[in-house]
């Protein structure tokens, strides 16, 4: 039985990777022992638990970018987390760590340093964070979810996604789709989503549109983030739902589809091959813009800046796209031509490969 301790944590571009890879890894290998390192804020604190594993817990530790007290302590604080893993790892005989970025990851990086053993990393997107960038520099095995991500040694296994999105069969659950969204099976779906918690640009835009998406002969599911403020014109066909539990289901029925472009939605979309607009977060280090350059310099998809994300833009590019069928064929095909849906089967082959070949370079 060999003992695995997982780590990554923060927010569901970490958390649902590292579980994905951690069911499919249960299924190839039942009697061993899988143990995941997280913090006891992040998603993984109630997802982990969810899913039958045991969760082990860490401060949570976000790299300083300034100077001030918390950078002072941040090394302190940083070698404790990582010693109490060292303990974890000894104590429970684990034999290789394998981490997904986020907060949770790097004191597990440096634990599995200190301890000796094999560390494997998995990178979501195309621009990596902080914690796998340092520790690719050590790792036994990179796994990337995007070609040209720079990491040194990586190799490309794509994005571990669920059992349901990974092996969806979208003409087969499309009538299942229609009924959960009070759908008309008879109309095209385009679906709107800006992530888990919505975004307000995609919802404005799109809500001050309706009329027009609705009268060019498509009904729309949207879907707006909990949190976010979002008056329902209430319009027949169009599906205003605050978060979507079943994506799987709303994949299904989508033949078109405006999201911002988070490296697992671009994943998933890309394996899918499902016809899409992008438009990127416009804040932080511009990961969302490289997470979608593959896909739309193949022509899966097309990229939007947010704010060129308004009314004209609907009537100038969305409505005479979603007239065109033979476009959305093209992309469609075009996206499937490039996309991976066994990335959490890759990601375990990675990790076997990693796991042995140290123990094979220990032994010579």
């Known amino acids: ?23 499919a890894l249960r299924t190839k290998e039942p009697v061993s022992e899988i143990i995941v390192v997280g913090t006891s804020e992040g998603l993984e604190s109630r997802l982990v638990p969810e899913r039958g594993f045991e969760l082990v817990t860490v401060a949570k530790l976000p790299f300083p970018r300034s100077l001030s007290f918390s950078a002072l302590v941040f090394p302190f604080r940083f070698v404790i987390a990582a010693l109490s893993l060292v303990r974890v790892i000894r104590r429970r005989g684990v034999s290789v760590v394998v981490g997904f970025g986020g907060y949770a ?44 991500t720079p990491l040194p040694g990586s190799q490309l296994v794509g994005m571990p996604m669920s059992d349901a999105i990974a092996h969806l069969d979208r003409a087969t659950k499309r009538a299942e789709a229609y009924r959960l969204f009070d759908l008309d099976p ?42 976010r403020t979002f008056v329902d014109p209430k319009r027949t066909g169009y599906r205003v739902i605050r978060y979507c539990n079943r994506m799987d289901l709303a994949y299904a029925l989508a ?32 990961e969302q813009f490289r997470n979608s350059e593959g896909v739309t310099s193949a022509g899966g998809a097309i990229l939007c800046r947010d704010e060129e994300f308004t009314g004209a833009y609907v009537t100038g590019t969305v ?46």
């Open 1 to 23: 039985m060999t003992v695995y301790l997982f780590a990554g944590g923060g927010t569901a571009g970490h958390v649902n990777p590292m579980l994905a890879t951690a069911e």
């Open 105 to 148: 990851a790097a004191p597990a990086y440096l634990a599995a340093r200190i301890a000796g053993i094999p560390l494997v990393i998995h990178e979501a997107n195309a621009i990596p964070g902080i914690a796998n960038k340092w520790a690719s520099g050590f790792a036994s095995r990179v796994g990337i979810a995007f070609s040209g």
């Open 186 to 227: 008879a109309l095209p779906v385009l679906f709107v989503t800006g992530g888990s918690t919505g975004a307000n640009r995609l919802n404005s835009t799109v809500s001050d549109s309706i009329d027009e998406i609705l009268a060019s002969g498509w009904q729309v599911l949207h879907t707006v983030g909990e949190s």
């Open 255 to 286: 033949d078109c589809v405006i999201a911002r472009s988070g490296a697992a939605t671009v994943s998933e979309l890309t394996g899918l091959g499902i016809p899409t607009i992008f438009v990127p977060y416009p804040v932080g280090n511009g």
């Open 319 to 364: 409505i005479p796209l979603l007239s065109n069928r033979e476009t959305l064929r093209k992309m469609s095909s075009a996206a499937l031509g490039m996309g991976i849906r066994d990335g959490a089967e890759r990601m375990v082959g990675l990790i076997a490969s990693g796991r042995d070949g140290l123990v094979e370079k220990g032994k010579s």
